[in-house]
C-alpha cells in the first residue's frame, strides 16, 4: 500500500500527504492490524511516530497486577507516539489495541519530530487532538468519581445502544464480553457483575444467553433513569 492509496481508503489523510516533505516520503512505511492485535505497547521505546489512517483504536493502562483500565477509544484519524513526542519522552504510556482493522502510517521519530515541530499545521492537528483526548478523559473520570457504578453502566449502555441506532432497530445485543466492558467503563470485574446483577429487573435491559440486551422501551427506560439520578 501506498500513499495514494491510503488517501483513497481515508480521503482524511490527504491533508498529512499534502504537507510532506521529501524526508518524510523517503521514510515511511504502512502497517496493517487486525482486531485486537497489538499496535503499540506500553513502556516501550517510541521508535517510529504512526498516524491511524484508517480503523479504531483502544487506549490501554496496563498495571503491574494484572488490571486492564480502556482509557477510551479513538476512530481514524489518530496517532501513535503524539504525546510521547510532545512530552519530549523516551517510552509510550500507554498499549493501542486495533478495536477495528487497522492500516497505520509510520515514519521514525527523528524525522516524525523535525516535520511536526517545523510545520505549524500538523503541530496544530496534533496539538489540538491531545487537547480534546485530554478534555473527554477528564469528563468522564469526573463522572466515574462522582456518580454510583449503576449510573455509569446505564450511561455506557445507553451511549452504546444510540450509537447503534436502537431507535431505528428497536433492539440491541451487546456482543462484547463482561470483561471486555469493565475494561471499557473502568470497573473491575466482581462490581460490574454485581451491578448488572442488581438493575437487571428493572426493565433497563435484560440477559439473554448471557448477554445484556436492550429493547426501544428499556432504552427510553434508561435515558430517564440517567435523568432521574442527576436530579438526586
Known sequence: MNIE???KLNPDFEFFSSKMTEDVKRNYYIKEYETG???SHKSSELKHFGIIAAGASRVINEFENGNIYMIETNPAIDYIGEVTILAQQKYTSVTIEASKPSTVFYIPRKTAE????ENVEILSRLTIRVANKLYRSSLENGMKLFYSSDYILIDYLVK?????KITGIKRYKFPHT??????EIGMNLK?????????????LF???????VMTLENYKNSQNYLDASKMN
Open 114 to 117: 523535525k516535520w511536526i515541530f
Open 191 to 203: 462490581t460490574l457483575n454485581r451491578t448488572i446483577t442488581k438493575l437487571k429487573d428493572k426493565d
Open 160 to 164: 452504546i445502544a444510540a450509537a447503534h
Open 206 to 212: 435484560f440477559i439473554e444467553k448471557g448477554k445484556i
Open 5 to 7: 492509496e491510503l488517501i
Open 37 to 39: 492485535e497489538i499496535i
Open 178 to 183: 463482561r470483561s471486555f466492558m469493565a475494561e
